[in-house]
């Protein structure tokens, strides 16, 4: 071969051995510093490649560092055997690899500067990430004391720098230390670099124990503390010319520690100011422009029975005590929001539902609103006593007919123009309790059931869902109770009447008895159906006679219009709550098939009622069954079904539908970990892209959870929604179920059949596995196929069957 024909290659060494001849150009010799007579020798030397050629490997890529006395190269290399020797390329990437040690102190101090609280944990956790994450053999900071330098914090990778501790710089006499380049960098500000132990004379005081450690480069930085030099930091390494060319990274790591101590200064400060606010005798509450809680001190946890973790972040409606019109509160914001302050004595509740009085001073500042307060409770116990006597019900808390007819009046007086909503809700046959457990205990009951309403009412969703309602509760009649709903219009009915449903659903409790309370209610509208408050109860008690006559749990409109709303989802729940009790909700398995091989591998859990003969699908139920009550005790006994089935079969994973309500309780995700841990990489959740959205740090905690206990994450529908390239990114997702609706028209939209393709190419590149839902005929299994689908679903292959059905198909 002519060896003139390599040495033409000049960015990459070559060696080509054939036999007993070698051939190898002249970057190859340079690179390695081998001999041309024993390169094989030399070759043999390096123990990487020596271990590999003595191996039955076939092909060797690596990076091998390779120290010399002079220097420390970094060559990436690359061999592959032939039949009668083999071929070399090498690679200098040293380079590359001091540029990623430089770049790496870069990254891991920007984590170090957000964590650290105070000057010492910086200096610690720098020296840290320098060593251990950047793989730097010294680290060290030094610092003015009694007009010397003095090691402050230290570390390496081998002793703990002995060496160093004991080193004393003074700074007020002439001595061969001041020349070293931690000295220079502190008198002067400027970054100076050791390119070579060795020869380099401004060490000398530090030679020896230097070069006993194998540092032969290093550099001081100065860290700033405003124009002054607070401290100096030293890293060394063990190769020579290290930090050559990277003067614009180190002083980015100066600039970045000494803004980082300005800060940590001013922290120092605020949390002293903080303290003394905090300990202070007067109620202070900082909330931020939206009204977001950003502080709260000690008083204020005193006052209101919550602890400062429960309330930042919270708005300041949690004290909210219902006993404040919405003009009060909306007197309260413009005033502030125009930079003025306003002062007023608010009535405020704690966490156990008392009341408070505070006579409040709310500031607004730059970007904060700040509350002053002091507690004047006391002062207006006696006013307040009256006013309960006077407007209250004494058993349940809630307003008398006085105090419902004057605030309901008020309301109709200021938004005359708006919809209203009176309810009239009555215990059914509450006289049978009182005959069986005495009037004592009625009232209990009664007093429960007040709690109850209140709860329920006035929880988030429905507020937010009305537009910031106001809404009065009221007890007339012994069991009678009224409900105002300022602001809201017919459109609010369903919602209305899935709280009213919440209220009954649970038990109350009766001499250690846990009773259930059936009801009937009626409902009017404003104006439609009056135009005063008497008029409004009125019509409704007259719906409400009309839902008596039909038995318990019947709600009429006086409105006849939704008449017929009222009763289909009357005849939903009815529905449900039956099949519960007669165990009639079963679970249809769809098996789900590998797109290859065509066997089994998964089946979909899919929820029926079986009436009879007859098979209810949920096409009927399910909008109403996922916004009731009884949706997570559905959920519970269907997967009861699944791990009992589990049980019974191998190989084959089954999939199950969680709702919103259900994947946010903890009793359902306690329940899917426990069938996790017992049956690993088995169960399926399949959860809507909706759901992963809402609250996506809630998504990510809960899905990891899930997932570090065997049990696999599908996100159904896919592409219907909410579809996100950051949301699949960050959750720990397995399968994408793409929706039937591009599948079924992907064969005539070439829009569709794009969306698809899209789907399974970014799935297999963020390795998750995709399954086509709704696959009915051939030509669509053969393009799914194509495109590379892992696992179909779809009457091409199996229809939904019965749970017996199944388990014979497997």
């Not at 307040?384 to 006597?389: A, G, N, Q, R, V």
């Amino acid at each position: 071969m002519d060896v003139s024909i390599l040495n033409q290659i000049t960015k990459y060494g070559f060696i080509l051995k054939q036999g007993s001849k070698v051939y190898a150009n002249k970057r190859v010799i340079e690179l390695l510093g081998l001999k041309k007579r024993n390169i094989l020798n030399d070759l043999n030397k390096i123990e990487e490649i020596k271990e590999f050629l003595n191996s039955k490997k076939s092909v060797f890529k690596e990076i091998v560092t390779i120290k010399t006395k002079i220097e420390t190269k970094h060559i990436n290399f690359y061999i592959k055997k032939t039949i009668d020797g083999f071929i070399l390329l090498a690679d200098d990437f040293t380079k590359y690899i001091r540029e990623k040690h430089i770049t790496d102190i870069v990254i891991y101090m920007n984590d170090v500067l957000a964590k650290s609280k105070n000057e010492n944990e910086l200096y610690e956790k720098f020296i840290k990430a320098v060593i251990k994450k950047a793989k730097f053999n010294a680290c060290f900071v030094m610092k003015k004391q009694k007009n010397a330098l003095i090691p402050v914090a230290w570390g390496n990778d081998t002793d703990g720098l002995d060496c160093i501790k004991d080193v004393t710089i003074p700074l007020d006499e002439q001595t061969p230390l001041l020349k070293t380049p931690v000295a220079k960098a502190f008198l002067d500000g400027n970054i100076y670099f050791n390119d070579d132990t060795r020869i380099n004379p401004d060490v000398e005081p530090l030679r020896e124990e230097m070069l006993k450690r194998n540092y032969l480069s290093s550099v001081g930085i100065p860290i700033f503390k405003g124009k002054k030099v607070e401290a100096v930091i030293c890293i060394c390494k063990d190769e020579v010319d290290f930090f050559k060319g990277y003067k614009k990274l180190i002083e980015y790591i100066s600039k970045a520690l000494s803004k980082t101590l300005e800060n940590l200064e001013e922290i120092k400060f605020k949390n002293v100011l903080l303290n003394a606010i905090n300990k202070g005798h007067e109620w202070v509450v900082i909330t931020d422009k939206k009204g977001k809680v950003v502080f709260v001190n000690e008083t204020v946890e005193k006052i209101t029975g919550y602890k400062k973790s429960e309330l930042i972040g919270k708005n300041p409606k949690i004290f909210k005590s219902g006993l404040h019109d919405e003009i009060f509160y909306k007197e309260l914001w413009e005033t502030i929001k125009k930079g003025r302050i306003f002062e007023s004595i608010i009535i405020n509740k704690k966490k156990d539902g008392s009341i408070f009085y505070l006579l409040d001073k709310i500031v607004p500042v730059g970007d904060y609103y700040i509350s002053l307060g002091k507690d004047i409770t006391n002062e207006k116990k006696y006013f307040h006593l009256i006013e309960e006597l006077k407007f209250k019900d004494p058993i349940t808390g809630l307003y008398n007919k006085e105090g419902f007819f004057k605030h309901a009046r008020d309301y109709l007086k200021k938004f005359k123009y708006e919809s209203h909503i009176v309810l009239v809700v009555d215990v059914y046959n509450f006289n049978v309790i009182n005959h069986k457990y005495g009037i004592t205990e009625g009232d209990e009951v009664l007093k429960q059931l007040g709690k109850k309403l209140r709860t329920v009412f006035f929880e988030r969703d429905l507020i937010y869902k009305f537009h910031t309602v106001n809404i009065t509760l009221g007890r007339f009649n012994g069991d009678e109770f009224a409900i105002f709903l300022e602001k809201a219009d017919e459109e609010c009915i369903p919602k209305i009447l899935n709280k009213l449903y919440e209220v009954f659903s649970g038990t109350y409790k009766v001499k250690n008895e846990k009773i259930k309370l059936d009801y009937n209610a009626g409902i009017s509208v404003y104006p439609k159906d009056a135009c005063d408050i008497e008029d409004l109860l009125n019509n409704a008690s007259i719906a409400l006679i009309n839902a008596k006559k039909e038995g318990p749990n019947i709600v009429k409109l006086y409105s006849k219009e939704y008449s017929k709303e009222i009763y289909k989802f009357n005849d939903i729940l009815n529905l449900i709550k039956t099949s519960l009790e007669k165990n009639r909700f079963e679970l249809f398995f769809q098996p789900i098939v590998d797109a290859e091989k065509e066997n089994i591998v998964a089946a979909e859990g899919l929820l029926r009622i079986r009436e009879k003969s007859k098979i209810i699908t949920p096409g009927v139920f399910i909008d109403v069954l996922e916004n009731s009550n009884y949706s997570l005790n559905v959920s519970m006994k269907m997967l009861d079904n699944i791990e009992n089935i589990l049980k019974n079969t191998k190989n084959v994973k089954l999939s199950y539908n969680l709702c919103e309500k259900q994947f946010r309780n903890t009793q359902a995700i306690d329940k899917l970990i426990n069938i996790g841990k017992k049956f690993p990489y088995r169960l399926q959740i399949e959860l809507i892209e909706r759901v992963l959205i809402n609250e996506k740090l809630y998504s990510q905690k809960v899905l990891e959870k899930l997932k570090d206990n065997g049990i696999l994450i599908a996100i159904d529908d896919f592409g219907t929604g909410y579809s996100s390239l950051s949301y699949i990114r960050e959750l720990p997702v397995d399968i994408i179920k793409i929706d039937i609706s591009f599948i079924r028209k992907m064969m005539q939209n070439h829009k569709d059949m794009a969306i698809v393709k899209t789907i399974i190419n970014l799935a297999k590149e963020l390795d998750i596995k995709t399954v086509a839902e709704g696959v009915e005929d051939e030509s669509q299994v053969a393009i799914l196929k194509a495109l590379g689908c892992d696992y179909i679903q779809g009457f091409y292959y199996y229809k939904p069957m019965p749970k017996e059905e199944f388990l014979k198909l497997l």
